[in-house]
């Protein structure tokens, strides 16, 4: 059969060959002759893991009495244990996405809750700087400050350039009279 196909190499290769072109997309069971209420006279299973690559035909022979429901049953138990298994793996993804979805309901009532703290948060801090606006704004009030002013206002003593400064001739004259 290898030589046949034409697939050189050692027969792990060859049999690693044969299973994944069994497996591949492009297998199919081909009838021929005339079928009659037994069904059709002679099989053949054709497989080719990807184009390009050899063909491999193997020829089937048809089941008659014991060995024929045999088969059947070997075949509907296989495929039994398959469904089942499918089965499983669905039930099991199931039971993972309602995990999952739970997870996921969790985490936004989670991030519900912190977003609504958070705009507590900000709105006591708006507040907080409103009053302390407020505060500041009265003891910054145009009356404080006019106080302030007048308090912190002294007289400073500047000096005026020599060439506007009064000439200051002659002597002062002083009335003793008026100072008692």
């Known amino acids: 059969m290898q030589d046949s196909i034409r697939i050189g190499g050692t027969w792990s290769e060859f049999i690693d060959y044969l299973v994944n072109s069994i497996k591949s ?6 009838l021929e002759g005339p079928s009659n209420s037994d069904g059709a006279a002679a099989a053949k299973l054709v497989a080719q893991k990807a184009k390009g690559m050899p063909k491999i035909s193997i020829a089937m022979t048809k089941l008659v ?42 985490e936004k009532e989670r ?3 912190i977003q609504s703290q958070l705009e507590l948060y900000t709105k006591r801090q708006k507040i907080q700087r409103i009053d302390s606006s407020d505060i500041n704004g009265a003891q910054n009030s145009p009356e404080k400050q006019a106080t302030r002013n007048t308090k912190s206002t002294k007289a400073v003593n500047r000096v005026v350039p020599a060439y506007r400064r009064a000439k200051v001739r002659g002597t002062i004259l002083q009335d003793i009279e008026d100072e008692t």
């Open 111 to 113: 991030n519900d809750s």
């Open 65 to 106: 009495s014991s060995a024929a429901t045999e088969a059947i049953a070997n075949l509907s138990l296989q495929l039994f244990k398959e469904f089942k298994s499918i089965n499983e793996s669905y039930v099991e993804e199931r039971e993972r996405s309602m995990e999952l979805s739970k997870v996921v309901s969790a």
């Open 25 to 30: 997309e492009d297998t199919k069971l081909v």
